[in-house]
């Protein structure tokens, strides 16, 4: 089993649809996770930490269960800019230190 | 200027030539990495350092060997490459992330080489 997944989509949604994306890890020792925005051919940026308690950023709403041991990305009110991949990274316990460790990718698109 | 540099960002080469990609910062991060990404695959990591005298081997480390010269410099060498080590390789670096500290651990990316193997 791959320590992060995510469900590659593609998903393809219209302009203002709310869309969410899940992530699973495997390694309950994890101790921060992030969300990635990654446009095509370029290099990953970060989207979003993501706290206990959850965290929202304009449209952007992420949350955290660790019983369950997934993350959550919630886009509202979707633009045809948010186009691009979303990567769940996961820091996972490993020998003493935390290893950035990313799941493949969900791919968003977002239609007129 | 850029945070994190790659050098070079393209490279075609032919089966068994060695090849070398360096990295370069001016975070003044202690921890540096490099992924690559092939497609449907995500970023998988190859090695990670978290100073100069500490290397460690990723998940696919197998054809490929790193050299920290220095707290901002990390290269990664392909000592004979095969074509299935085309690819998209990204560098990175990070702080501790430690909260305490007010670390985040967030990654920061080089633009990413392009490399091609004949």
């Known amino acids: 089993r791959k320590e992060v997944e995510q469900d590659p989509g593609p998903f393809n949604v219209p302009e203002g649809a709310t869309v969410a994306f899940n992530c699973t890890y495997s390694n309950s020792a994890s101790q921060s996770f992030f969300w990635y925005r990654q446009d095509c051919r370029k290099e990953p940026k970060l989207l979003m930490s993501?706290?206990?308690s959850g965290n929202e950023d304009g449209r952007f709403t992420a949350q955290l269960n660790r019983a369950s041991q997934y993350i959550s990305l919630l886009i509202r009110d979707s633009k045809l800019s948010d186009s691009a991949t979303y990567l769940c990274?996961?820091?996972?316990?490993?020998?003493?230190?935390?290893?950035?460790?990313f799941g493949r990718g969900t791919s968003l698109i977002v239609h007129p | 200027d850029a945070d994190v540099t790659q050098t070079p960002r393209n490279r075609i080469t032919k089966t068994g030539k060695r090849i070398m990609l360096e990295c370069s910062q001016t975070k003044g991060h202690d921890r540096m990495y490099w992924y690559r990404q092939d497609p449907g695959l995500g970023l998988r990591l190859i090695y990670y350092s978290f100073d100069v005298k500490d290397i460690n081997k990723g998940e696919i480390s197998d054809g490929y060997s790193v050299s920290r010269q220095a707290q901002a410099k990390f290269s990664l060498s392909l000592e004979s490459a095969i074509p299935n080590q085309t690819a998209l390789y990204f560098c990175a670096t990070s702080d501790q992330g430690l909260a305490e500290f007010g670390n985040t651990g967030e990654l920061f990316f080089g633009e990413g080489s392009r490399l091609t193997v004949l």
């Open positions: 990274v996961v820091s996972r316990a490993s020998g003493g230190s935390y290893i950035p460790t």
């Open positions: 993501v706290y206990s």
